[in-house]
């Protein structure tokens, strides 16, 4: 029974090596446009409050970007997708807290991703 132990904790090492050095899923500019879809007409010509859809996939990426390399991607994705669809850069930014929520970073096609 002893010689079993210094394979069980070989084993047991192995697997808690693999599980901790396992990436976490990323996020990709699909996950950030599928999660502010219901936000493009808002952000191009809405006022007043954003509709129910876009504050749920709002929600739905700021839970999501949990690593710094996550919220950078989706900053980039929502910078780039800024400039290239034409959102109103005021509603962008007020969209958060028109959300009730907090992203970790700015939202605006002119924010720095790199911080």
Known sequence: MASSTPAIRFAA????VV??????????????????????TYLKS?????????CTGASTLASAATTTADKQTAC?????????????????KSLPSNCGITMPFEVSPTVDCSK
């Open 13 to 16: 090492a192995f697997l808690a």
């Open 19 to 40: 599980f901790l050095a396992a990436p976490a899923a990323a996020i990709t500019c699909s996950d950030v446009m599928r999660d502010l879809r219901p936000c493009i």
């Open 46 to 54: 809405g006022s007043g409050a954003p509709p129910s859809p876009c």
């Open 76 to 92: 980039n994705c929502l910078k780039n997708a800024a400039k290239s669809i034409n959102v109103k850069p005021e509603l962008a």
